[in-house]
């Protein structure tokens, strides 16, 4: 069976209206797997699953001829249909960069759920993290990477102290490992060794996560092109993400190597 993704606007909000487009999809032999409303738009949001795609266009047929819907989305499911199933809510993602995704702290829980699915997904992906510091950065991060059952390696790190590595162990190297890098302090370290380390973990096909991303590519051989995700992290939608403050806070505390990190 395949899964479908279908959204709809409520025109006239009638008693009994989602029970009847329940029963016409009953009756098309559409199973209904999830169903969610999304408050701020008045519309509401399901995954479905047909055997025959057929079905869906019957569907659609019909649902364009009621005057109490519109039909605004009928397609396989991508993750922001997903989770705005799973939420009720839609992630924010900027109209001149598609790359780019905005939350603020209060969807923490809804952030962690979508690195989550990134980090379930196979092979290479570079994603930068941008907020200010004590935001939730790294602690969305870790538990996105408990969420995804993958084991988190961290590179350079505020968390204690400042520290870099210039080597990993064993398993470390495992494609399947999320790799955390503190961009301010990678770029901070000048540490040839450290930075040895970073183009070999860049190398491996696997998910890469960059905090400060843009402090990250100054003075380097990466440019933000190469990010497949840029996320926003804010405590509000007003806040600005500046760089001098988090440069000089990070400048005021000395650097330590470590080889090994106890997570």
């Known amino acids: 069976m395949s899964e479908w ?5 409520i025109k006239i909000n009638r008693p009994g209206l989602l029970g009847d487009i329940a029963s016409l999809l009953g009756m098309l032999k559409v199973n209904i797997v999830t169903i969610n ?7 509401r949001v399901m995954l479905v699953k047909a055997k025959d795609d057929k ?9 364009r001829t009621m005057e109490a819907i519109e039909l605004r989305k009928i397609r396989k499911p991508r993750l922001r249909d997903r989770l705005a199933v799973r939420h009720g809510r839609y992630i924010e993602r900027s109209s001149t960069n598609r790359k780019l995704y905005r939350f ?7 952030l962690v759920d979508f690195m989550s699915e990134l980090f379930k997904e196979e092979g290479h992906k570079l994603i930068g993290v941008r907020g200010m510091p004590r935001v939730g950065k790294t602690e969305a ?10 084991k988190w390696v961290f590179l350079s790190s505020t968390l204690l102290k400042q520290t870099v590595r210039n080597r990993l162990q064993g398993d ?4 399947n490992n999320i790799f955390i890098f503190d961009g301010i302090v990678t770029r901070r370290a000048g540490d040839e060794k450290h930075m040895q380390l970073v183009r070999e973990i860049m190398s491996i096909p696997g998910v890469k996560v960059i905090e400060h991303p843009d402090l990250f590519v100054k003075h380097s051989e990466y440019t933000m092109d190469d990010f497949d995700y840029i996320i926003e992290l804010r405590t509000t939608e007003e806040e600005e993400i500046t760089y001098e403050l988090l440069e000089k806070d990070v400048k005021m505390v000395p650097i330590q190597s470590m080889d090994m990190f106890p997570f």
């Open 5 to 9: 993704y279908v959204e709809y606007e």
């Open 37 to 43: 409303g999304v408050v701020e738009n008045n519309r």
């Open 55 to 63: 079905q869906i266009e019957r569907f659609a047929l019909i649902a």
């Open 104 to 110: 603020v702290r209060s969807d923490l829980g809804v």
């Open 141 to 150: 991060i870790v538990a996105a990477s408990v969420s995804a059952n993958k």
């Open 172 to 175: 470390e190297y495992d494609p």
